[in-house]
């Protein structure tokens, strides 16, 4: 079988094969090689690339898998896992991590609606309990995989939002746990929420506003000047305006965490911006007969397809903001796919004028 990584050229010097192509990253002047090899191991292909600094969103559903009880054990547990996978990037490259809330900031407020209706937590508050609780099991788990001099810090992080933004109208991020439809419309009537299909269930929906502003962006600068491992923007951030004498005040609301990412990714410029899922790639016509995953995308193709609002689309639009903004590479995938995201040989890659290719 011929692959496509080094070979030896016309004058007996290792050289890439013509196929590979070279990808302009950091600056206009750090060009990533990306090999197309068959690897040998994990930690091999991570090696393959320069360092370079990589915001990584990790999705709600890969910590907490569906229908999995949200449990403590349960969320350590997956949390190992992604720590795992995480270790060997973060020791040749420098990492962000982001992370999503869905599953347990529904899950505090279902526990707060457990009380009475003037003892019940708001979502800012609940939001920034979720990103302490996450936070602390990736710092936690992350370090153990480490070098003790490698430090790892969470940061609860404020984001600004548009007080007037639309999506307060129309709420579409699901929250919380799956339910079937009858206890979905149950629980919707007697805690006056509003519901919507996710997959084969239903779950609890609300406003995810765009994230403008992200308050700790130079205090995350400067930890990651230090190497310091930052978690931060958990569950996209703690959602805050600032009210008319200019102080900040919370608001009811879930920022899409990947939205928040890119906003991450852009201002802290970012190499590259990985979304790691519970899901092997982007599909097109996701659940019908004729789906098919995509391989690499340009961000116009992506506006000329539909996807599921609350899942899928706002990692598709967070992956062009990202890419049209840098003229870098975002990657959709799953977790166990992380070093092969990154070189392209799995998951989907948007890139700036990437034709679109299709996975068999």
């Not at 990589?54 to 229908?67: M, P, S």
Request: charged share 20%; hydrophobic share 40%; aromatic share 6%.
């Amino acid at each position: 079988m011929q692959t496509l990584g080094l070979h030896k050229g016309n004058d007996g010097k290792d050289a890439y094969h013509p196929v590979i192509k070279n990808v302009m990253m950091s600056l206009g002047s750090l060009i990533l090689l990306v090999t197309l090899t068959d690897p040998q191991n994990y930690h091999d292909r991570l090696h393959r690339v320069k360092p370079m600094r990589i915001v990584v969103a990790l999705g709600g559903n890969a910590l907490l898998r569906r229908g999995e009880a949200l449990t403590s054990e349960n969320q350590r547990r997956n949390i190992q896992i992604a720590a795992a996978a995480l270790a060997p990037l973060a020791s040749d490259h420098q990492i962000i991590i982001t992370h999503g809330n869905g599953p347990q900031v529904g899950l505090l407020a279902l526990q707060s609606a457990a009380y009475k209706s003037d003892e019940s937590y708001p979502l800012d508050i609940l939001d920034a309990e979720t990103e302490g609780m996450i936070g602390y099991l990736i710092e936690q788990e992350l370090g153990n995989y480490l070098p003790p001099e490698r430090l790892c810090a969470t940061l609860l992080t404020q984001i600004e939002v548009d007080p007037h933004d639309p999506a307060f109208d129309s709420p579409t991020k699901p929250i919380g746990p799956v339910y079937s439809k009858t206890v979905a419309e149950q629980l919707a009537n007697q805690h006056r929420w509003r519901i919507a299909k996710d997959g084969e269930y239903y779950r609890r929906v609300v406003p995810s506003p765009r994230p403008r502003r992200i308050v700790e962006i130079e205090v995350i600068k400067s930890l990651i000047i230090r190497n310091v491992v930052v978690i931060c923007a958990g569950g996209g951030g703690i959602p805050v305006v600032k009210d008319v004498d200019g102080h900040w005040r919370g608001v009811e609301a879930v920022i899409d965490k990947d939205l928040a990412g890119a906003l991450l990714a852009i201002e802290l410029g970012a190499d590259h911006f990985m979304m790691l899922t519970d899901v092997d790639a982007v599909y097109q016509n996701w659940g019908m007969p004729e789906a098919r995953a995509v391989r690499c995308i340009s961000p116009g193709a992506i506006r000329e397809m539909a996807f599921a609002e609350g899942s899928m689309a706002p990692k598709m639009l967070a992956a062009c903001e990202f890419v049209e903004k840098t003229g870098r590479i975002a990657g959709i995938g799953q977790l166990k796919d992380v070093a092969d995201i990154l070189a392209g040989t799995a998951g989907t890659t948007i890139a700036p004028d990437a034709d679109i290719g299709w996975w068999d």
